[in-house]
C-alpha cells in the first residue's frame, strides 16, 4: 500500500471515533470507492487532470468528487432554505438537475421581518448559498448530483425544523416550529445549519488531494465561518434582551452534539461566566471543530444512529457517501 494510502486510512480512523464499527466505515469506503465515474466532464477536474490520486487511495478514502458532491447537498440545503426566507420561492430548475434523483422540496416561505440589519443579513447569506451551489456545479461539471428531496417547511409539527427543534426541548410534541415566522425563528432556524457546514468543510479539509479543490473548499469554509459568526453574533445580541434566545440557541448546540456521534464539539452562544459571549467555538487549542461527512449526516437526518435518509433529507442524500455514524 502507498504511503498516500495509508495516510488517508489514518485520517478514516481520526474521524471515525467508534471502534466498533471501523470496519464497517472501511467496507463503505471501498465499496464507494470506485464510483467516481466520468468525472473528466467537470470543468476543474478536467483542468486538473482528475481530483483522487492513485487507484489505491481511492479503495481506502473518499474521492475529491464524491466529498464536493457530498457538500453540494449541503449547498443545495442551505440555498433553499435561505432563498425561500428572502424570497418566498425556491432555487431555479436548472440549478438542481444532476447524477441522481432529482428531488422535490417541502418548500419554506418569505420570512416577514421586522428587522432591517436580519434582512439585509439574510439576503447577503442567500446570495452566498447559491453561488455556493453553482460554483460547487461547474466544478463537478457532469458528475455534479442533483438536488434531493429536502424538507425545509414550517408549519408541520412533524416536518424537518419542527423535529429537530423538538429534539432541542423549543416545543412539545404536536406543536410545530415556523423558522420563517418571525426574525428570531429564522435566526434559530439558521443557527441550526451554520455551524454544521463549518465543521463539515474542516473535516473535509484532511481528504481533499487536489490543491485546487482544497483552496475552493477553504474559500468556502472561510464563507461558512463568517455566516456562523454573524448568526451566532446577532443572536447573541437580541439575547441581551430576551434572554429566551440564550436558552434556545443553546438547547440547539446541545442537540447538535447529542446527535452527531463526535464528543464535546459543539458550543452554544454563551460563554462560561454570565453575560459573556461565545461567538467563536473552539477547542482548547483555539482551533475550530472538525466533522467527520457520517458525523454531518447525524445532524441533518435528525438521528443518532446509522442511516441513509431522514430529517432535512427525507429520502437521503444523492452520491456515495450517504450514510450517518
Known amino acids: ?3 498516500s494510502s495509508n495516510k488517508s486510512a489514518e485520517l478514516i480512523d481520526v474521524f471515525d471515533r467508534r471502534v466498533e464499527r471501523r470496519l464497517q466505515r472501511r467496507q463503505f469506503f471501498r465499496n464507494a470507492g470506485g464510483l467516481g465515474l466520468g468525472l473528466v466532464g467537470g470543468t ?6 482528475g481530483g483522487s490520486g492513485s487507484s489505491a487511495s481511492a479503495a481506502s478514502a473518499p474521492t475529491d468528487p464524491e466529498i464536493l458532491n457530498f457538500a453540494l447537498n449541503l449547498e443545495y440545503l442551505e440555498s433553499q432554505f435561505y432563498t425561500y426566507a428572502t424570497t418566498g420561492a425556491g432555487l431555479a430548475a436548472s440549478m438542481t438537475a444532476g447524477v441522481g434523483t432529482l428531488g422535490t422540496v417541502i418548500p419554506g416561505q418569505q420570512v416577514p421581518f421586522q428587522d432591517p440589519v436580519v434582512q439585509a443579513y439574510a439576503n447577503e447569506i442567500a446570495n452566498d448559498e447559491r453561488e455556493h451551489v453553482t460554483f460547487l456545479r461547474s466544478a463537478l461539471g457532469s458528475a455534479a448530483v442533483a438536488m434531493p428531496s429536502i424538507d425545509i417547511g414550517g408549519t ?6 419542527s423535529n429537530a427543534a423538538r429534539a432541542a426541548g423549543l416545543v412539545s410534541a404536536g406543536v ?4 420563517y415566522a418571525n426574525d428570531n425563528n429564522f435566526l434559530l432556524g439558521a443557527f441550526i445549519f451554520e455551524d454544521v457546514g463549518v465543521t463539515a468543510y474542516k473535516g473535509a479539509s484532511p ?6 479543490f482544497l483552496e475552493a473548499a477553504a474559500g468556502i469554509l472561510a464563507a461558512e465561518a463568517y455566516h456562523a459568526g454573524l448568526v451566532r453574533t446577532v443572536l447573541f445580541a437580541k439575547g441581551v434582551d430576551t434572554a429566551s434566545i440564550y436558552t434556545a440557541a443553546n ?15 459543539d458550543q452554544g452562544i454563551t460563554g462560561a461566566t454570565s453575560g459573556s459571549s461565545n461567538i467563536v467555538p473552539l477547542d482548547s487549542n483555539g482551533l475550530a471543530f472538525s466533522r467527520g461527512y ?3 449526516l447525524n445532524i441533518v437526518y435528525l438521528t443518532s444512529s446509522m ?11 444523492n452520491g456515495t457517501l450517504n450514510m450517518s455514524a
Open 1 to 3: 500500500m502507498s504511503e
Open 44 to 49: 476543474l477536474i478536467s483542468a486538473c487532470g
Open 156 to 161: 408541520n409539527p412533524n416536518g424537518a425544523f
Open 176 to 179: 410545530a416550529f415556523n423558522p
Open 207 to 212: 481528504l481533499i488531494t487536489n490543491k485546487t
Open 251 to 265: 438547547a440547539i448546540s446541545a442537540a447538535r452534539a447529542s446527535l452527531d456521534q463526535n464528543g464535546h464539539d
Open 294 to 296: 457520517g458525523n454531518v
Open 307 to 317: 442511516a441513509t435518509k431522514g430529517g432535512f433529507f427525507p429520502n437521503g442524500v
